[in-house]
């Protein structure tokens, strides 16, 4: 990840190739996409934009509902971009 932006309940996760550099991925890769199918694999559905993963949850979500999207876009983007 380079860089998490929030306004509210809504996140942007930016995934990059290198942390230190924030180098961005070739964008054939379609990282962000790869993320989001992921995550959707796990019954939490989230939106690419680009290599920016999008997270807007409903303003009604419960703290069990926000654990569940938090442990799937972990595993997803370990296992899109390791």
């Known amino acids: 990840m380079g860089e998490i932006r929030q306004y509210g309940l ?3 996760i ?3 190739a290198d942390r230190a ?7 054939a890769e379609r990282r962000g996409m790869r993320v ?3 995550a959707g694999r ?3 559905f ?3 934009l680009g290599d920016v993963v ?4 409903p303003l009604t979500i419960t703290g069990a509902e926000l654990d569940r999207i938090a442990a799937a876009l972990g ?3 370990t296992e899109a971009c390791a």
């Open 10 to 12: 809504a996140a942007g």
């Open 14 to 16: 930016e995934l990059v």
């Open 21 to 27: 550099t924030r180098a961005p991925f070739p964008a």
């Open 36 to 38: 989001c199918r992921a």
């Open 42 to 44: 796990q019954g939490v």
């Open 46 to 48: 989230l939106r690419p």
């Open 54 to 57: 999008v997270v807007m949850p």
């Open 75 to 77: 595993a997803a983007i």
